[in-house]
C-alpha cells in the first residue's frame, strides 16, 4: 500500500512536471560531491544535493510537486545504487553460502540473513518516512516530505550497502 501511494505519488508529480514546469535535475551534482570528499569524509554529506539543487533551480521547485519531482528523482538515483548494491552482496554471500554447505558447516549464512536485514530495514523506512507524513496533518507537505525521507533513507543504506561491499 505505502509503495503504491509512493510510486502515484511521483507518477502524479512527473505527469504535472512535465506539462506544467522545466525541471532543473542534475545528478552529476550529487555524483562530484561524492568524487569529491575528502578521506575519511562521510558520503551522507552529498544526500540531497541534487534534489536540494532542483527545487531551487527549478521555477516553482519550492512548490509542492516541484519539491516531490526533485526528490524523486535523486530517490530513483539512490534506489539503482541500493538495488546494485545489495544484488552484489547477494550474489557473493550466496557463493560463499554454497561453499560453507560444500564444508558441511554450522556457520551462520549470510544471504538470508541479508535478505533478513534488507526486509526489516524497507518495514523501518516505511514506517519512519510514515512518522515524517504524519507531522503535516494531511496536508499536501506530507507527499514530498515522505518522498524526501525516502530518499534519504534509500540513500543511507545504498551506502552502507556499498560499504559492505569494500569490506567484504
Known amino acids: 500500500m505505502k509503495r503504491l501511494f509512493i510510486a502515484t505519488a511521483m507518477a502524479v508529480c512527473a505527469g ?6 522545466d525541471i532543473r535535475f542534475d545528478i ?3 555524483q562530484a560531491c561524492l568524487a569529491g570528499l575528502p578521506e575519511g569524509a562521510a558520503p551522507d554529506a552529498c544526500i540531497g544535493v541534487s534534489a536540494n539543487a532542483c527545487i531551487e533551480a527549478t521555477p516553482d521547485g519550492y512548490t ?8 524523486g528523482q535523486e530517490l530513483g538515483y539512490w534506489d539503482t545504487r541500493l538495488n546494485a548494491a545489495y ?21 551462520p549464512r549470510r544471504a538470508p540473513a541479508l535478505q533478513e536485514m534488507q526486509r526489516a530495514w524497507i518495514a523501518y523506512r516505511d514506517a ?6 504524519s ?4 496536508g499536501t507537505g506530507g507527499g514530498p516530505a515522505t518522498v524526501a525521507c525516502h530518499m534519504r533513507l534509500t540513500a543511507g543504506q545504498a551506502l552502507y550497502l556499498e560499504t559492505e561491499l569494500l569490506a567484504d
Not at 509542492?64 to 526528490?71: F, K, P, R, S
Not at 507531522?135 to 494531511?138: H, P, Q
Open 28 to 30: 552529476a551534482l550529487t
Open 16 to 21: 504535472a512536471a512535465a506539462q506544467a514546469q
Open 87 to 107: 544484488g552484489q552482496l547477494r550474489d557473493r554471500h550466496q557463493a560463499a553460502d554454497a561453499e560453507l554447505d560444500q564444508l558441511g558447516s554450522a556457520a
Open 64 to 71: 509542492t510537486v516541484g519539491m516531490g519531482i526533485c526528490h
Open 135 to 138: 507531522y503535516w496533518g494531511g
Open 128 to 133: 519512519t518516512c510514515d512518522y515524517e507524513r
